[in-house]
């Protein structure tokens, strides 16, 4: 998953489950039912989505984690790559500096 798309992912989770929060409190506190069964329902409820939220930042922390290894992958591929097309250059200038100096000393 790019960057955008977990971004995306992230902002999605993060808004259905404080969506989820603000209907269940409006919905417990509008409800015909005495305080104290209100509150014990907020408060389960509350608990619920603190599981979920915690659930969902591990699954993001795996997903960060998965995606920053991958990078130091990549990054140390096009590093290796970069440093051989360094080298096969300095090579070939080197030659060609050679051969500059020889025809200059015929």
Known sequence: ??????RDALSFIVGLTLGALVGTSAA???APQSGRRTRRQLARR????SETAGEALEEARDETRRIADRTARETKKLAGRARDRADRTSDR???AVEKGRER???
């Open 1 to 6: 998953m790019e960057n955008s798309e977990y």
């Open 28 to 30: 417990l506190l509008l």
């Open 46 to 49: 509350a608990e619920e989505l």
């Open 93 to 95: 200038l080197t030659d």
């Open 104 to 106: 200059l000393r015929r």
